[in-house]
C-alpha cells in the first residue's frame, strides 16, 4: 500500500516512542493518546495541520538529495566516501524528522501566545482570519487574554461563527484540544476553564468525519483516565458530543445565564415541568438534554417502564401563553434551545407532560399514573365528549356508569359527606342535564344510592375506578377537533373529529354518534394545505388499492392532526411488527422442539 512519506516517518516515531513491552504512565500534562500513536492528535496534526506534509517531504526529499549527490562525489575521490557519506545522510535524515515531530508537538500543545494563521489548511481570507479570531476568543475565555471592557463571555464564543460558516467546526476543535493540552497557563483556572468552553462547543456541533476518530479519541481518554484532573469535564464534553452526533446538537445560542452556569461548573438547571391537574416536577435539565430524556424520566416516575413502545405515548407540549393552539415538541428538541428563545422573547410558558396517544391498557397499580391521567381525562368526561347519545338519549348501562361515577368524584375530591343536589350538577357530563328521561332529582338519589359503595374508598382508589369504567367506553382516549368537511359542496358541515386507537372517527356534534369511521390500515396519507387567504386544510386520502377517497378538511389544528395521525400508524405498524417476529419465534422453537 502506497503510504505518504510523513506518515512512514510519523509510523516510525510513534513507533519509537510507545515500547511496547513496558507500561506507559500517563502525566495529567501529556495530551490524551499520545503514547498509542492511533487516532492521537499528534498524528492528525502531522497529517493535516498547517505544517503541512508536503512542507516535511521537502525537507526529507532535499537532504536524501544532497546525500546521493555527496556520496556520488565521494566516490570519486575516496573508496570509503560512500559509507561515511551514507552515515551522514541518515544522521541528518533522523535530525530533520526529530525536528518535524518536535515542530508539530508544539503544535499541539498549550500556548500562552495568539496564532497568527489557522491550525488547519483553511483557505486564506476570511476564514483564516476568523480562525485565528476563534483563538483569541477561546485564551480570552480561558483567561489567557484580557477580557476587552464591551465583552461578555457569550460574545467570547465561537458559537455564531460555527454556526455560520462548517468548515471552522474542526478548527476550533483542534483549537480547544491544544488548550487543553499540557496547559502550562499562569491563569490557574485555565485549563480547567478551557475544558468547560469544550463542554459548550461539544453541545453544538459535530465534526467531519476526518476528525471525529481523534476527537472522540481524544475526549475518551481524557474522561476514562480518573489520574487527569478534569476527567470529570472531559465526561461531559464526551457525553456533550455522543449527544450531537444523534440528535444534531443545539441551534440556539445559550443565553448569559447558562454560560455564566457553566463556566461556574453548574452543568443542570432545574427545570419544572408540569402534569395534567397542576402538579410540577423539577427535572435537572443539561445543555444537552433533550424533549425525548424529560419523556423518559417523567414517565418513570409515573410507572411506565414498560418500553420505548409504550412511552411514545406520550408528549411534551409547550404552551405558551395566548397561543390558541400548541403542538407537542419534537422528541430531539433541546429543551434549552426551547426556553432560551422564549425568555428572550419575554413569553410566559409551560412545559406539560401528558398521553398523547392512547394504545396501551391503563397502569391502574401506579399512584401517580392514575393521578397524571384521571387529570387529563376528567376535563372531557365533564365537558359530554365521552358519552354516545343516540337520539340525544343515554342508555340504561351508561346511566348507571355516570351514576356511580358521580359518586366517585366526590369521593375524589376528598369529599366525606354525601353529595347534595347542588353538588351533583358538576359531578356529571354536561349533557346528561339535558336527557329528558332522566330527572335531577333522579339523578340526585341514584349518585347518593352509589355514594354507600364508594365512602369508605381512598381517592386515587376512586379515580382508578373512574378510569376503569370510562376505558370501556368507545370515545375513551379519544383526541378531539373541531373540523369542517368541505370536499363536497353538499356535505359541507361541521363535524369532531375523534382520532383513537380504532382509526379516524367522523362523529356529530350533539350525538357523537359516528358518522363515519377509517381505521389506520386505510389511511394513505394526509397533506396540509393553505388557501391564498390563510385558511388552513387538511387533505386526507383514505381508501384502498382499488378505490381512494379525498376529504378535505377546514381547521386549524391541521397540524396537529396530521402529526397524532401519523404516530398511531407508525405505533400501529411497529406493534404488528413485534407481533409478526414474535410469531415466528414461537413457530421456530416449536420446530426446534
Not at 489 to 509: M, Q, T, Y
Amino acid at each position: 500500500d502506497y503510504k505518504h512519506p510523513v506518515q512512514n516517518i510519523l509510523h516510525h516515531l510513534l513507533q519509537k516512542t510507545a515500547p511496547h513491552t513496558t507500561r506507559t504512565i500517563v502525566t495529567p500534562t501529556e495530551p490524551p493518546g499520545w503514547h498509542d500513536g492511533k487516532h492521537s492528535l499528534l498524528q492528525f496534526a502531522m497529517l493535516h495541520f498547517r505544517q503541512s506534509p508536503e512542507k516535511n517531504e521537502k525537507l526529507v526529499f532535499e537532504s536524501t538529495k544532497r546525500g546521493s549527490k555527496d556520496g556520488s562525489s565521494g566516490r570519486q575521490n575516496n573508496g570509503r566516501g560512500s559509507t561515511d557519506d551514507g552515515t551522514k545522510q541518515g544522521a541528518e535524515i533522523s535530525i530533520i524528522r526529530r525536528k518535524i515531530l518536535n515542530d508539530t508537538v508544539d503544535l499541539v500543545k498549550f500556548s500562552s501566545m495568539p496564532i497568527e494563521q489557522s491550525l488547519l489548511r483553511l483557505e486564506p481570507g476570511e476564514l483564516s482570519d476568523l480562525a485565528v479570531e476563534c483563538f483569541a476568543a477561546v485564551m480570552r475565555y480561558m483567561g489567557d487574554l484580557p477580557m476587552s471592557p464591551d465583552s461578555s463571555e457569550v460574545k467570547c464564543l465561537i458559537l455564531r461563527h460555527c454556526h455560520k460558516h462548517e468548515a471552522l467546526r474542526d478548527e476550533v476543535y483542534c483549537q480547544l484540544m491544544k488548550q487543553t493540552t499540557n496547559n502550562k497557563s499562569v491563569k490557574p483556572d485555565s485549563c480547567q476553564r478551557g475544558w468547560r468552553l469544550f463542554s459548550i462547543v461539544a453541545a453544538y456541533f459535530v465534526c467531519s468525519d476526518t476528525l471525529k476518530p481523534y476527537l472522540f479519541k481524544y475526549l475518551e481518554t481524557a474522561a476514562y483516565d480518573k489520574r487527569r484532573a478534569y476527567h470529570g469535564t472531559a465526561t461531559v464534553c464526551l457525553h456533550n458530543l455522543r449527544k450531537t452526533f444523534k440528535f444534531g446538537g443545539r441551534k440556539n445560542v445559550p443565553s448569559v445565564e447558562e454560560i455564566t452556569a457553566i463556566s461556574a461548573g453548574r452543568n443542570s438547571k432545574r427545570q419544572i415541568y408540569r402534569l395534567p391537574g397542576g402538579t410540577e416536577r423539577v427535572v435537572n435539565t443539561k445543555s444537552t438534554t433533550v424533549v425525548q430524556d424529560v419523556i423518559e424520566e417523567l414517565c418513570s416516575v409515573i410507572g411506565v417502564t414498560g418500553g420505548d413502545m409504550e412511552m411514545e405515548e406520550f408528549s411534551l407540549y409547550c404552551i405558551v401563553e395566548g397561543d390558541t393552539f400548541t403542538m407537542p415538541l419534537a422528541r430531539e428538541e433541546y429543551i434549552l434551545d426551547v426556553t432560551t428563545e422564549l425568555h428572550k422573547n419575554q413569553q410566559v410558558f409551560y412545559l406539560i407532560f401528558c398521553r398523547s396517544v392512547w394504545h396501551f391498557p391503563l397502569r391502574l397499580d401506579s399512584q401517580l399514573y392514575v393521578e397524571v391521567v384521571f387529570n387529563q381525562i376528567a376535563p372531557d368526561y365533564l365537558e359530554g365528549l365521552l358519552l354516545v347519545m343516540p337520539g340525544e338519549q343515554l342508555d340504561q348501562d351508561v346511566i348507571y356508569d355516570i351514576a356511580k361515577m358521580a359518586a366517585l368524584l366526590h369521593r375524589a375530591a376528598d369529599m366525606t359527606h354525601v353529595p347534595t343536589m347542588k353538588e351533583t350538577k358538576f359531578l356529571l357530563p354536561k349533557p346528561a342535564l339535558t336527557v329528558r328521561d332522566v330527572k335531577p332529582a333522579q339523578w340526585v338519589n341514584m349518585v347518593q344510592s352509589n355514594w354507600r359503595d364508594v365512602e369508605t374508598l381512598t381517592t386515587i382508589q376512586s379515580k382508578a375506578q373512574v378510569l376503569d369504567i370510562l376505558s370501556k367506553w368507545p370515545l375513551f382516549g379519544s383526541s378531539f377537533f373541531a373540523v369542517k368537511r368541505v370536499s363536497d359542496p353538499k356535505e359541507r358541515s361541521d363535524h369532531i373529529l375523534a382520532l383513537n386507537r380504532h382509526g379516524v372517527h367522523f362523529i356529530d356534534l350533539l350525538t357523537h354518534e359516528t358518522l363515519t369511521h377509517y381505521p389506520f390500515s386505510e389511511v394513505i396519507s394526509t397533506r396540509k394545505v393553505k388557501s391564498e387567504d390563510g385558511t388552513l386544510f387538511l387533505d386526507m386520502k383514505c381508501g384502498n388499492l382499488m378505490q381512494q377517497r379525498i376529504t378535505r378538511l377546514q381547521t386549524d389544528q391541521a397540524h396537529e392532526i396530521s402529526r397524532l395521525i401519523r404516530q398511531y400508524i407508525t405505533m400501529e405498524q411497529r406493534l404488528q411488527q413485534l407481533k409478526y417476529v414474535g410469531t415466528i419465534a414461537k413457530v421456530s422453537l416449536g420446530v426446534q422442539q
